[in-house]
């Protein structure tokens, strides 16, 4: 593996370590840091997670995850103080600089060596010491192969495991995706032997929903959900006030659009989220159908083939109809 004398060298005495995750982090990012951050901590490192934006109230329960600084609910200076005073920062699971908002131009500019530990294609080459492996089913399943690599498996405990699992278990769809290999059940497996209590944390993500959220997932497939049989294709939109109606939370939208896809015959499906400031959408698909090289051409986005995601500052409407001239454009695909 490359960069791994250099890797080890620079944790081999104590420094100050910031970990960055992207805004909006889901299991996997959050998971992989703060399961970084624990076995950094072990080796006497001083380490702060910092978040550019909040996290799903459904992860609140991974181990350290009270401790991270989240940016956008006033703690910028801080952020940015423990940004520059840093000797590392750990980039995870995020392929441009751009995805930690506000954040960016600090960790850009920082002095300090940033060691980049991601699973998502870019062009873009930042970050002195890198670890990107497209391959690799999740960032938490990337990161348990440096620290085997490095030897320090030792260091595992159920906690760092959990938050591992948790990564892997969702960025794989609860391992139904194409994206699991052999080698994603055997680092499970590793992480089970490091007491790591799968039906616990699946549990605690996928059967702790609060009640509104389950009030608008009716309200969502009656009123809110479009299906285009001719293209294959299904899509959730969500309008700024379904928001306020049902007092939606980070994360509360969170596998609608697995939801679309997980109709009969569909094979492209997105969920269209209105925001104050933007339009978000989240792409997924089976088999062939490039969602992420869609997502770069029409929506300013990225991602994985079959998991991707983008924005769009036109209306809601606009946003819609631009969605459908794609499915429209891309048709002999979607029906081949």
């Not at 970050?127 to 492996?133: A, H, N, T």
């Not at 320090?152 to 969702?170: K, N, S």
């Not at 079959?306 to 429209?328: C, H, P, Q």
């Amino acid at each position: 593996m490359d960069n791994l004398l250099p890797l080890k060298e620079l944790i081999s005495s104590p420094k100050r370590i910031v970990i960055t995750v992207h805004q909006r982090p889901d299991a996997d990012a959050l998971g992989t840091g703060l399961g970084l951050a624990a076995l950094l901590k072990k080796r006497q490192h001083q380490v702060h997670v910092l978040a550019p934006t909040a996290y799903p109230a459904f992860l609140d329960w991974l181990p350290g995850a009270s401790e991270v600084v989240i940016c956008s609910q006033g703690n910028q200076e801080r952020s940015f103080e423990l940004i520059r005073r840093a000797d590392v920062i750990f980039c995870i699971d995020f392929p441009t600089l751009n995805r930690l908002h506000e954040m960016e131009p600090v960790v850009r500019n920082s002095a300090a060596v940033k060691v980049i530990i991601d699973h998502h294609p870019t062009t873009d080459q930042f970050g002195d010491l890198v670890f990107r492996e497209t391959k690799a089913a999740a960032t938490a399943e990337l990161l348990y192969e440096i620290i085997e690599a490095l030897g320090e498996q030792a260091l595992v405990d159920r906690g760092i495991a959990e938050c591992l699992y948790a990564g892997i278990m969702t960025d794989t769809g609860s391992f139904k995706h194409a994206n699991t290999t052999p080698k994603t059940h055997c680092v499970v497996a590793s992480l089970m032997r490091h007491g790591a209590d799968v039906a616990k944390v699946s549990r605690l993500i996928y059967e702790n929903n609060n009640l509104n959220k389950l009030k608008f997932l009716g309200f969502a497939l009656n009123h809110r959900f479009v299906v285009l049989p001719d293209y294959k294709t299904a899509y959730f939109f969500i309008k700024v006030e379904d928001y306020q109606t049902y007092n939606l939370q980070t994360g509360d939208t969170e596998g609608l659009v697995d939801q679309a896809l997980g109709v009969k015959g569909i094979v492209f499906a997105a969920a269209i989220k209105e925001k104050k400031d933007a339009v978000r959408l989240s792409l997924r698909s089976s088999g062939e159908v490039p969602v992420n090289l869609w997502a770069k051409e029409y929506f300013e986005g990225g991602g994985h083939q079959n998991a991707a995601g983008g924005v769009s500052y036109l209306s809601l409407e606009e946003t819609i109809r631009k969605f459908e001239d794609l499915v429209e454009a891309k048709r002999a695909l979607l029906t081949s």
